[in-house]
């Protein structure tokens, strides 16, 4: 992957609008990452190592860089987290004027977070080609701070920060109700340069020392949530061709590597996403005090550098497999005296490794294409009516490709963030999966009320995104329809 991505942000040879979502989150993704790289430089150093790990990949097939997708040259994920509620609505307003929307609902209350919250990312096949920058978007829950004191404290100190500038605020209002193309050039600018400000980093915090420890007691999340005058991303995410190849380069490098990969076991058939990380570094931070201007010295930790490599999507069944299996893993893990990694392995047996057995069985969503000289005009294939895909397939008529998997794995992530917060020794939570299906489901209907917009399933938009490519080949093919499924 290259160090950086072109200096004007865009790939395509025509200038798009200044305007245009897609041009707007690619420009404001670079400039994100070269704050990022100035604030933390270790996140630099990873981004080179991905570079590198990719290059060598690429040269023992004959590629080189210039050979991967333009998406995955520009790829990042970041992650920040809300305190209020009317955060999180006006970073929706935000996201949707950059062309990403809430996917997905994240109850971190299944891992002892208090927190829920969703990913704003593109959802269109065209956006995501262009750039898939996605932002897993975190928000407070008050109710789960089980300290009436540390409740109180948290909610009387965010109930007077102010995330959003007004100059973004009335950028904002234009945006939604004004014709863009009455909005120039500079106004996109604005656009930019005031967003960053919500990410940017903050060596002074707004409160003294002894209210973030109160905050910090109760649990980390809370105090970096409440105790900072900004919502500083605290890791921004390039992808990789191989996260174990990289994770022991980071090792061989002496960065502070995670222990292990998050996420599924190595496979020969890539699902979902895979994950790791460098641990949070321990930052200078001058605390407020009352009684003085220069404030009392302290740290803390929160930033980190992650990196991923995204497999397929899986469908609704193949998601109930991996769930099942990892609560099982995770259950060995606890009883036995065993490698979890190992345990994992063991476990994941039981899920096919093989790309035609995956998609024959309905577990892994796929995109479907005709090939290049297949296409008829008004029918006049020699197939007609009702043909089954694996026909279409086995005879060279049709190809297909897995869909990359676009969104996060809760648990994965809370593993991310408990090793950056120093584990349960230091003050971090105990990571179990714990059963809260309905709870969840009426929580899902709290965060959509004040996003103010429905949170779209990932499934649906997979389905939806097989389901648009099955169309299009019978379309092509001039066939009534392409059954999918087992064959009869």
Request: charged residues 25%.
């Amino acid at each position: 992957m290259p160090s950086a991505i072109p200096q004007n942000g865009i790939i395509p040879h025509e200038e798009p609008a200044p305007w245009d979502p897609d041009h707007l989150r690619t420009r404001f993704v670079q400039a994100l990452s070269d704050m990022y790289r100035t604030e933390v430089p270790l996140y630099g150093k990873l981004v080179d190592i991905v570079h590198q790990v990719d290059t060598t990949i690429l040269q023992s097939r004959g590629q080189n860089l210039c050979d991967l997708p333009t998406r995955f040259q520009n790829e990042r994920h970041g992650a920040i987290r809300l305190g209020t509620q009317q955060e999180m609505r006006m970073i929706s307003r935000l996201f949707a004027i950059m062309g990403m929307y809430p996917v997905g609902y994240y109850d971190l209350k299944m891992v002892g977070f208090p927190l829920h919250g969703t990913a704003f990312r593109p959802r269109t096949e065209e956006s995501l080609r262009k750039n898939p920058f996605r932002v897993f978007t975190t928000v407070l829950r008050p109710d789960l701070i089980s300290s009436p004191t540390a409740r109180e404290m948290a909610t009387s100190i965010l109930s007077t920060r102010q995330l959003f500038s007004p100059k973004l605020i009335e950028l904002i209002d234009q945006a939604e109700t004004a014709n863009t193309a009455s909005l120039t050039a500079k106004d996109a600018d604005s656009l930019i340069t005031e967003s960053l400000k919500i990410f940017k980093w903050h060596s002074r915090s707004s409160v003294p020392l002894e209210t973030y420890f109160t905050l910090k007691k109760e649990h980390p999340m809370v105090s970096d949530i409440v105790c900072f005058p900004s919502a500083h991303i605290n890791h921004l995410t390039p992808r990789t061709l191989d996260i174990d190849a990289v994770q022991a380069e980071m090792i061989a490098q002496g960065l502070p590597a995670k222990d292990s990969i998050e996420g599924p076991p190595p496979r020969k058939c890539e699902i979902l996403l895979r994950q790791t990380s460098f641990k949070a570094l321990e930052e200078k931070v001058i605390f407020a005090d009352g009684g003085t201007d220069h404030g009392v010295d302290g740290t803390h930790t929160a930033r980190f550098g992650e990196v991923e490599q995204r497999g397929a999507a899986v469908t609704r069944k193949g998601r109930e497999l991996y769930d099942v299996l990892l609560a099982k893993a995770v259950g060995r893990s606890e009883k036995e005296d065993k490698d979890a990694d190992a345990v994992l392995k063991e476990v994941f047996a039981e899920y096919p490794d093989d790309w035609e057995v995956l998609r024959k069985e309905g577990l892994v969503y796929f995109r479907y294409r005709v090939a290049g000289d297949r296409a008829v005009v008004g029918g006049g294939h020699k197939f007609e009516g009702s043909v089954h895909m694996d026909k279409l397939l086995k005879e060279g008529v049709v190809t297909c490709e897995p869909i990359t998997y676009e969104d996060f794995l809760p648990f994965s992530a809370a593993g991310i963030f408990t090793s950056n917060l120093g584990g349960e020794k230091s003050g971090g939570t105990e990571r179990k999966l714990r059963k809260t299906e309905e709870e969840s489901k009426r929580s899902r209907v709290q965060l959509e009320e004040l996003l103010g917009r429905m949170i779209t399933s990932e499934i649906d938009l997979y389905d939806e995104l097989q389901s648009d490519s099955v169309n299009e080949c019978e379309t092509l093919l001039g066939l009534n329809q392409i059954v999918l499924g087992a064959c009869k």
